[in-house]
């Protein structure tokens, strides 16, 4: 194998380009639709720093980041507020994201050939094995795509049927999320919990949070399951505003509507030619949208086999797979689960549940760092006690609940060498768990 070719310059891209261009071994060329200055999102987004510590890449520049804040979770009735307790050394990182994907181009550009402005249209096949990509009138042959092109990539849904690679994600699977920074509010006091999320805002399908920048400007973002017509959005941004009166009409940064997915990874991400990476795999933690150190998890994983397997065919590729459902895919599985539940769950069955504390800093942080929420037999009891009164109701989160380690179970059976048959049933019994 020789040639490499990335379509889009995801974290993901970046990074595994450039540990397979310092190899020496390929020549790898990264394509990516936005000029070089537009690039990513211009906004800061949070990161554990351990995707970076654990993965030996370097931190982002001193200045371009800031450690965030806890969490504090609200159910729809906004009776309550269950703040986290993250000690402050293992909180994430909120990161500029342009200047962390520049600071990883420059370090990359010497071993990579970056080019932007660059859309990538259609695979090229030859027989059912990717040879390449279409961008405009230009041809880019490789002997590995790799399919780093977001959610909705095009590219994926052009693989063949038989290739056992889900091409579009279900409208259930898919955050569509308004994202601003708004100037302060004159004269409006500051939030004692300063990370707000809202969960099922106004009952609907979907989140909104108010988050006040360290900056001064409010972070807000209003995100429902599938779409966001103009009234939900109007409504949202209204009430979010009554509650939280710092959040002023002046956009600062952003202002954009964003497709985020939510579900657990492709139970296929590997064909002939071609892998898919990030986003497109659906990499990011079903309960909230985090995706990028999955991502960069995904590109040290993909950037090994490759060195070690050397061969872009998916019997080889398959072991990419195997090591992310193992480290991560297969949680995130059983966190779709739970996030299914939640999604479909009466408002007022979730209020009560953080009402009474059933559901508490302990679950709500384990959804939101992509960890399965555990139940052993005396947490049930004690979460009896307090509300013996819905047991219905509590029966069935513990159901939920199992079901969810279930999956994650699932998720850890995925076979460990590629065989046709073998993969094809493993991917049948995961996608019947969300049928
Ligand atoms: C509003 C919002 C808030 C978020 N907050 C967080 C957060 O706090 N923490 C977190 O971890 N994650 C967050 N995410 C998710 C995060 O953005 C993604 O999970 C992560 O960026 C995925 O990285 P990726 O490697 O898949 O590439 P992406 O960042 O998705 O990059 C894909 C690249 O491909 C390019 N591209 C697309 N199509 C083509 C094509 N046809 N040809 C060429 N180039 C193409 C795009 O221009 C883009 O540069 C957030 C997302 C949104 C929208």
Redesign the pocket.
């Known amino acids: 194998m020789k040639k490499i070719l990335f ?8 990074v595994a380009a450039e540990k397979l261009g310092r190899s020496g071994k390929y020549e790898v060329t990264v ?4 000029a070089r200055e537009n ?3 211009d ?1 800061h ?3 554990n720093r351990a995707a970076f510590e654990k993965n030996g890449l370097p931190m982002p520049l001193e200045g371009t980041y800031f450690v965030k804040r806890n969490w504090t979770f609200i159910p729809p009735s906004e009776s309550v507020e269950v703040t986290l307790d993250i000690p402050e050394e293992e909180l ?1 990182l ?1 990161i500029e ?1 342009r200047k962390l ?1 520049q600071q990883y181009i420059s370090r990359a550009e010497d071993v990579v050939d970056f080019r932007f402005s ?4 259609s695979l090229i096949f030859e027989g059912d094995r990717v040879v390449g990509v279409r ?1 405009g009138e230009e041809k880019f042959y490789a002997d590995l795509v790799v399919d ?4 909705m ?3 994926r849904a052009q693989l063949p049927e038989d290739s056992g690679v889900t091409k579009q994600p279900n409208d259930d699977e898919i955050f569509v ?1 308004y ?1 601003a920074f708004m100037k302060s509010a004159d004269g409006a006091p500051s939030p004692k919990n300063t990370n707000r999320a809202y969960l099922k805002h106004l009952g609907e399908t979907g989140i909104s949070w108010s988050i006040l920048d360290p900056s001064g400007s409010v972070n807000v ?1 209003i ?1 429902r399951v599938g779409s966001l017509p103009k009234e939900t959005f109007i409504g949202a941004f209204r009430a979010l505003k009554a509650s939280n009166p710092n959040i002023s009409d002046e956009i600062v940064r ?1 202002g954009i509507i ?4 939510i579900r657990h990874p492709l139970s296929r991400m590997v064909a002939d030619g071609y892998v898919a ?5 659906f ?3 079903p309960m ?9 998890d995904a ?1 040290c994983i993909l950037a090994d086999v490759i060195l070690k397997n050397d061969s872009p065919l998916k019997q080889a590729l398959w072991e990419y797979q195997v090591r992310y459902y193992l480290e991560k895919g297969a949680d995130h599985m059983g966190v779709d689960v739970l996030k299914r539940w939640l999604l479909s769950a009466y408002p007022k069955d979730l209020d009560w549940l953080f009402e009474k504390g059933v559901v508490g800093e302990k679950e709500m942080e384990a959804g939101a760092t992509g960890q399965l929420v555990k139940l052993s037999f005396s947490d049930l009891l004690s979460k009896l006690k307090k509300g013996i009164s819905r047991l219905p109701l509590l029966l069935k989160l513990n159901g939920v609940i199992q079901k969810s380690a279930r999956a994650a179970k699932i998720g850890r059976r995925i076979p460990k060498t590629f065989d046709e048959k073998a993969v094809c049933r493993w991917q049948r019994r995961v996608e019947s768990l969300y049928r």
């Open positions: 379509v889009g310059a995801g974290m993901a891209a970046l394509l990516e639709k936005n690039i990513s999102y906004w987004d949070d990161v994430d909120s994201r994907a660059t859309q990538a249209d961008a780093n092109s977001g959610a990539s095009k590219l999320a994202r973002l995100g952003g964003c497709k985020i997915p990476i990030g986003d497109s795999a990499m990011t933690i909230i949208g985090s995706g990028i150190q999955n991502s960069i590109a």
